[in-house]
């Protein structure tokens, strides 16, 4: 297909969650998008859970009922648990909703599935999508944005009015444009990960739920997502890891042997495929938006996985680009200063919401508080609300979930919960 000779009203960059919502929301208003992706799908990626708050979009797109269809694992909730295996917490999302806005269970799904269902969803609405194609080089005029892109031995140069750089850790525009970055106060990250037979699961309803088991070094997550396989993946510190004489896989391997609670749920545990490894990923740009372009999802921002919140926000800030554009006036008109930074600050809003929540996580003080739900129970709701991903917390929560921040500074002084010894 000669991508170049047809007339596009927006090129998107990249088909996971954050390309393909954005395209079908395009698409559904009769707008022409070409969708573009280096890889060929079904392909392998990572982040597995997905939350409750996430499903709005789900049902937008019209793929939410069709999950629990094709065999998704649902999730209830998430339990948290120390390495030494002194008790659980167990966020039952349904708990913190009154019924009215009960958000519905949310998936654990096998992206390549899961991504592949959306991207045909996307080209099922209209959009047109080209697999095994990379875009190169972006320049923005001052009426259209014009991409190279290459496709095998073939190069394309496609031009449209609008690009939407969905190319998550790719950063394709915040690379070709050279954008600053934000210091996030957070440290980098290394990630060994892998599928496993056989994995501990509990019975009935939290079957899916997702375990985070905390580690003086880092944690793990067990994301059950079919009825045998389960993805088992161990963050830690990269200088922490980097310092280390064992590779990641000897330390993951040493933590199935050493920690209780990873040893527990990995006693009958049986590999499937091989071990994967991803650092450094924590990114956010400076400006996520210009005259002619949006940057969604992992492309624009991304914290970390211990909430599971990425795909989440990737769907929303795909949506908020195609309703800013839907919703232009005149289609065709450039972004004004002020449409930028009504995108911008709303998704940073969102990610700076979930911040503190994932800086008190890996600071020992902030979960022993955090293990501690029984002291201040609408405290703890407010928080279960926050990791269902609520990301606009009403005023009282957001006075509850200060007090968590609170007590966690204290906690390094005095003894507002119980110290948990971590291994
Ligand atoms: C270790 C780890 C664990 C995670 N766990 C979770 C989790 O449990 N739950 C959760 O919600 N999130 C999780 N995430 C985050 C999640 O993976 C991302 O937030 C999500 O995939 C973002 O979607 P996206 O559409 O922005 O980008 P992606 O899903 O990364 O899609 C980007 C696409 O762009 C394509 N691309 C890149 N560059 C180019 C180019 N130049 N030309 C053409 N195509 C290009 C890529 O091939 C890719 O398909 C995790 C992340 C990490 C690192």
Redesign the pocket.
Known sequence: MKLGDRKWDAVV???????STAAALLADVGRKVLV????HFP?F???????PCGNAVLRRLGIYDRLEAEGFVRKFGVDFMPSSSVGMVRVNFAEFFPEAEQPGPAFNVE?SRF?DLLLENARSRGATVVTG????TFREHEDHVEVEITEGETTHRVTAPWLID?????H?VGKALKLPRVELGVSPKI?C?GYFKGVYRSEGRESGHVGIVRFDHGWF?F?PISDELTSV?M?RHLSEAKANASSMEELFAQALIELPEIRFRMKRAEQVGELRK?SD?TTRYKTVAGRRHFI????AN?ID?IF???????FKSAALAADLLNGKKAFTAPLTPSEQRTYQQSIFRDADTLLPMIKAFYDQRGFEVFMNPHSAPKIFAAMGRLLAGKLDPTFPDRMRIQGFYLATWLQRYTKVAPRIPLQ
């Open positions: 960059v990249g088909g996971g969650p954050g390309g573009i992706d280096r890889e392909r990626h990572i982040g597995e859970s997905l939350l992206r991504d194609a990379s875009a190169k969905a190319s998550g850790l790719g394709f990630v990960f997550w994301i993946g963050v991803v990923y969604v999802g992992d492309a991304f996985p599971s919140s990425g795909v989440m926000l990737a």
